[in-house]
């Protein structure tokens, strides 16, 4: 749900609903070595399961982006491509101009996390009862924390997070386009900032502080948009 980019290096993987799903060059990179991350956190006897478990993750992102997907087609909206990129899914969306319909189309995809909340637990709840598979039991389990973990990654009120999204079209509603995304995007990068203080004193990892990074591009270039919007007198505002 971020800025458009180019799909230049992404492989296609499958169509559903009209709707392209490709895979970066680089996501197979940064797969292999978080699956070995995951091996060396988890010990599962075969590593197999850090695969099963590295896939599931981008198997619920996928889910979510067809969430943005569906719900931006249902308000009238366009969206014919998600790219799986090494820092998630990217569903390449247009919404209509209205706060309403952008509001819609982002809320759509944490939702989804939302509504597999049961059908993990579930499925946890089983596997601990009934099924011997230590392994399989630790997938289950993993995978049932991996949907909420990205479930409240995705509802930080960091643009362009979905949750900096939804700020910004709540605020939208009343301030117009430009200001809200100004206001969206400038919490955007505060919250960017503070993250990555954390992130920095708290993990011992390269993949987070790229992530921060790539969201720190994105908030910036959304608040120098919002900003020539406001002076130039933008098109869309409402
Ligand atoms: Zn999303």
């Known amino acids: 749900m971020i800025t458009p980019h180019p799909q230049e290096g992404s492989f296609r993987l499958f169509k559903f609903r009209n709707i392209q799903v ?3 060059w680089s996501w197979l990179i940064v797969a292999w070595f978080q699956i070995q991350r995951t091996q060396a956190s988890r010990e599962y006897l075969n590593p197999v399961w850090a695969a099963y478990e590295y ?3 981008f198997g619920i992102v996928l889910l979510h982006e067809f969430g943005h997907s569906l719900a931006t087609r249902q308000v009238g ?3 014919d491509n998600i790219i799986l990129w090494p820092f998630g899914g990217i569903a390449y ?3 209509p101009p209205r706060p309403g319909a952008h509001l819609w189309s982002i809320a759509a995809g944490p ?3 939302v509504a597999l909340i049961p059908v993990f637990w579930i499925l946890s709840w089983w596997s601990e009862h ?3 598979s230590y392994e399989l039991q630790m997938l289950l389990h993993s995978i049932y924390r991996i949907n909420w973990v990205l479930l409240i990654f995705n509802v930080l009120p960091i643009y362009p997070l979905d949750g900096g999204q939804i ?3 709540l605020l939208w509603y009343r301030l117009g386009y430009a200001r809200a995304l100004l206001i969206a995007s400038g919490v955007g990068i505060a919250g960017t900032l503070a993250l990555g203080i954390w992130v ?7 993949y987070l502080p790229l992530m921060l990074l790539f969201l720190l591009i994105n908030a910036w270039s959304s608040f120098q948009r919002a900003r020539q919007l406001l002076t130039q007198g933008p098109p869309q505002d409402s």
């Open 22 to 24: 490709s895979v970066h």
């Open 55 to 57: 896939l599931a993750l």
């Open 77 to 79: 909206g366009r969206s």
């Open 93 to 95: 969306v247009q919404a």
């Open 111 to 113: 939702l989804v996390n």
């Open 130 to 132: 009934y099924t011997e």
């Open 167 to 169: 700020l910004q079209a």
């Open 200 to 206: 920095f004193s708290s993990f011992h990892s390269i």
